[in-house]
């Protein structure tokens, strides 16, 4: 129902607050995290009404007292009482339509401001990568020269100081670590 | 010596008054070098210096043993950070055809750089080692020697060097003064035939 839309402006400001704490992180967990919850607030205006519609029905029938499938509980009514009741389920109506209304209006406004405040995440992740990082495309060329070159003196090491010399070891595990990274980094994208 | 298109090194520009790298690309460059020390010493040894050279230009093994000579000023057998981006503002500087500019702004740097020995002077045969590195043409080189000697000791001491530097930036600055009227004359002529074609021809 209303839950939905809520929760995603609530998933938005979450992430809004935690990029302040984790400002060191992985750029692209910004990325991806303000893709994801984009996602959530993918959902037409119309659905959000459907919902709240289905609201103020249950909350009218709640509000009235009244089940209007009781015939028998009706014709033991005087017919003042009856017109009295129907006035009453009528002002009711009104005001739960005007509650609707405003209801709907509010959501719009969150789904508004949550949208204005997705809109702005991907930006700062944007400027947080430029100030604090790298761009993206340029660690990956780095990356990738650095494994050539490495890969290429791995081979170097092992003719001159053999396969079980530490620093041939140490040398294979940052090669290692580097084409982790380069993985990791590719199945994110 | 050509940097290899297409590598890290090659997106990479100096400032051409100073000749330096910006702090973004220095910044850019030390998260590189900082790949390329797989010992976490803040040094290359000779072995990841020489295929980290041979990988970026096309510089021959005994031309790359030479710089590493060149910049292992403590001779260590290893460089560290400082004498990396030197080589890398030496290596940009070619690329771009800065030479002059480069040594001129740099001019004590670059003579300890080719004071092998320490004894504060430089002889031909050093500055003909470099010679593929700092683009010194060889009729350049018997003009230094012949016109800056003061000294007469065959050898060049800083303040002959910085003489040369002097003389060289002058002859550079004309130079591109040469070439800039030729291009600005060159675009009036092109320009003026462009005219002459687009207007129509008077009847009279």
Redesign the interface.
């Known amino acids: 129902m209303e839950e939905k839309p809520s929760k995603a402006s609530g998933e938005s400001l979450v992430h809004h607050g935690s990029e302040e704490s984790h400002q060191q992180s992985d750029i692209r967990k910004l990325w991806t995290t303000a893709t994801l919850s984009q996602m959530n607030l993918n959902l037409p205006l119309s659905k959000v009404e459907e919902w709240s519609d289905t609201d103020g029905s249950s909350f009218c029938h709640q509000k009235s007292g009244v089940d209007p499938g009781d015939n028998n509980f009706k014709q033991e009514l005087d017919e003042h009482t009856l017109s009295k009741l129907e006035l009453h389920r009528g002002r009711s109506l009104g005001s739960n339509l005007e509650e609707r209304e405003s209801r709907t209006e509010a959501e719009k406004s969150s789904s508004m401001s949550s949208l204005s405040i997705l809109k702005q995440t991907p930006h700062r992740a944007y400027w947080a990568e430029q100030q604090n990082r790298l761009p993206l495309p340029l660690t990956e060329l780095m990356e990738n020269e650095a494994v050539e070159i490495l890969t290429k003196a791995l081979q170097s090491y092992r003719s001159g100081i053999g396969k079980d010399h530490f620093l041939t070891k140490q040398l294979q595990r940052s090669i290692e670590g580097l084409k982790k990274r380069r993985n990791k980094r590719l199945h994110v994208s | 010596m050509k940097l290899k298109q297409g ?2 090194l090659w ?1 990479l520009y100096l400032d051409k008054i100073y000749c330096l790298l910006s702090v973004r690309n220095v ?2 460059l030390m ?2 070098f900082q ?2 020390d ?2 976490r010493k803040n040094t290359l040894n000779d ?2 210096f ?3 050279l ?3 230009t096309n510089l021959n093994r005994p031309q790359i043993m030479i710089i590493f000579d060149m910049l292992d000023w403590n001779a260590v057998g290893e460089i560290g950070f400082d004498q990396f981006y030197m080589l890398v503002c030496i290596l940009l500087s070619h690329q771009n055809h800065l030479e002059e500019q480069f040594i001129y702004r740099h001019s004590r740097p670059v003579f300890e750089l080719l004071d092998l020995d320490g004894d504060l002077r430089i002889s031909l045969d050093d500055l003909k080692l470099y010679n593929f590195l700092f683009n010194i043409k060889k009729q350049e080189l018997k003009e230094l020697y012949h016109n800056f000697d003061i000294t007469g000791d065959h050898r060049l001491n800083y303040k002959e060097f910085k003489l040369f530097t002097l003389f060289s930036i002058d002859k550079y600055q004309e130079r591109q003064k040469a070439e800039k009227k030729k291009q600005h004359l060159l675009n009036k002529t092109v320009s003026k035939q462009g005219a002459l074609f687009q207007s129509p021809p008077v009847l009279t």
């Open positions: 590598s890290f997106y910044k850019a998260e590189y790949l390329l797989v010992h072995v990841l020489f295929h980290f041979h990988h970026v």
